[in-house]
C-alpha cells in the first residue's frame, strides 16, 4: 500500500486539510503488526512505519471523512479485497527477474479480479527496463467499494514490455 487518497473527479486531491491533527498511535494500535506486514515503508535506507503512516495520515488521512482508525483499517481491507499478486499469479504473471508481460495482460488480469480498469504506473530500472511501481485503484467517497475511476494519473509511462520483478 502506498495510501488511500481522496480526489476530486478531475484528478486533483486535497492535502493536508488539518495541519493540527498528528498520529495517535494508540489509536491504530490494534493495526501495526498488519500494518508492518501490508504497508511498510520502502524507504531507505532504513524503513519507518510509523513515520510513513504518520505523513499519509497528515497529508491525506485527515482530507478524508475517516477517523485514523477507521482510514487505516479501510486501506487495509482494500488491499485484501484487491488481492493484486493473485490475481496477477491467476494470469500467470509472476514476479521474476527478465521475464516481460503485456500491458493488457496486467490490466485485464487486474479488471477480472478486482472488477474495475487500474492505472498502471511505471519506472525504469538502471538498465531501461520498464517495470511495474505502481497500481492505481479508484473507491467511491464513502470509501466502501471500488468504482471506474473517473480520471487516471498522469505520468509513469509503461512500455510495450512490462517486468514484474521480485522483490526482498
Request: proline letters at 6%; aromatic letters at 12%.
Amino acid at each position: 500500500i502506498h495510501g488511500l487518497w481522496p480526489n476530486y473527479e478531475n484528478g486533483k486531491w486535497p492535502q493536508n486539510c488539518d495541519k493540527e491533527s498528528s498520529l495517535d498511535e494508540s489509536e491504530i494500535s490494534d493495526l501495526i503488526s498488519t500494518m508492518e506486514k501490508n504497508w511498510p515503508s520502502l524507504a531507505c535506507p532504513s524503513s519507518d512505519g510509523l513515520r510513513f503512516w504518520s505523513h499519509e495520515w497528515l497529508k491525506h488521512g485527515t482530507c478524508s471523512a475517516l477517523d485514523q482508525h477507521a482510514y487505516f483499517q479501510t486501506a487495509l481491507n482494500f488491499k485484501k479485497k484487491s488481492n493484486l499478486l493473485q490475481n496477477l499469479e491467476n494470469a500467470g504473471i509472476k514476479p521474476r527477474n527478465g521475464e516481460y508481460y503485456s500491458m493488457e495482460s496486467i490490466k485485464k488480469a487486474i479488471e477480472e479480479g478486482v472488477g474495475h480498469t487500474p492505472f498502471i504506473e511505471c519506472n525504469v530500472d538502471t538498465e531501461g527496463n520498464h517495470q511495474i511501481y505502481q497500481v492505481y485503484l479508484c473507491v467511491d467517497s464513502s470509501a466502501s467499494d471500488f468504482i471506474d475511476c473517473p480520471v487516471f494519473p498522469h505520468g509513469g509511462k509503461c512500455g510495450s514490455k512490462i517486468e514484474f520483478p521480485p522483490f526482498s
